[in-house]
């Protein structure tokens, strides 16, 4: 076996690897943005966990079969670059979306969440999302709400009834 071919299958088994540890993996055409905007995307990736790399279309096709995420091929024509988040499904979406809208030269293509292919649009509704801390803190305020509700009629209860002790000594 030649030595390319031997460097191509460790490729593919790096890529299966990654998309099988993958909470989220998102495919991206990054034409038209410039090494320094690159460079940005990929910091503002590894800020959030975030793996972004560019790969072979051919390799992460193979690569997908062995996983079994035939779904993926779809989006890998052109240039791809692919964002793999091996925690939070959330993190790629809001910061590729972000990106894309502005700089205006990325596509967002589509992607794979969870082991389900996901759409362009998917992923946008995704990046919309409130983030886990915000949607803990509507959680909590939910939760609070009937509490707080009691404590404020029991005040009122204990108010009225100071009231009227007061009026009864005058």
Same mark, same amino acid.
């Given at each position: 076996?030649?030595?390319?071919?031997?460097?191509?299958?460790?490729?593919?088994?790096?890529?299966?690897?990654?998309?099988?540890?993958?909470?989220?993996?998102?495919?991206? =055409?990054?034409?038209?943005?410039?090494?320094?905007?690159?460079?940005?995307?990929?910091?503002? $990736?590894?800020?959030?966990?975030?793996?972004?790399?560019?790969?072979? &279309?051919? $390799?992460?096709?193979?690569?997908?079969?062995?996983?079994?995420?035939?779904?993926?091929?779809?989006?890998?024509?052109?240039?791809?670059?692919?964002?793999?988040?091996?925690?939070?499904?959330?993190?790629?979406?809001?910061? $590729?979306?972000?990106?894309?809208?502005?700089?205006?030269?990325?596509?967002?293509?589509?992607?794979?969440?969870?082991?389900?292919?996901?759409?362009? =649009?998917?992923?946008?509704?995704?990046?919309?999302?409130?983030?886990?801390?915000?949607?803990?803190?509507?959680?909590?305020?939910?939760?609070?709400?009937?509490?707080? &509700?009691?404590?404020?009629?029991?005040?009122?209860?204990? =108010?009225?009834?100071?009231?009227?002790?007061?009026?009864?000594?005058?």
């Amino acid at each position: 076996m030649s030595k390319a071919l031997e460097a191509k299958k460790a490729v593919v088994a790096e890529i299966a690897e990654k998309l099988q540890k993958s909470k989220s993996t998102i495919v991206a =055409d990054y034409r038209g943005l410039t090494v320094k905007e690159m460079n940005e995307l990929r910091k503002q $990736l590894r800020e959030v966990g975030v793996e972004f790399h560019v790969l072979k &279309n051919t $390799l992460t096709k193979r690569a997908a079969e062995q996983v079994g995420q035939d779904d993926l091929s779809q989006f890998l024509t052109g240039p791809s670059a692919l964002a793999f988040s091996y925690e939070d499904v959330v993190a790629p979406a809001k910061v $590729l979306h972000k990106f894309a809208k502005d700089s205006k030269k990325m596509e967002i293509k589509g992607g794979m969440v969870e082991g389900r292919m996901v759409t362009q =649009d998917e992923i946008k509704a995704l990046a919309d999302l409130p983030s886990r801390e915000g949607l803990l803190s509507m959680l909590l305020s939910v939760l609070q709400a009937p509490i707080r &509700n009691f404590a404020l009629a029991v005040k009122a209860v204990a =108010d009225k009834g100071e009231e009227g002790a007061a009026a009864e000594q005058a």
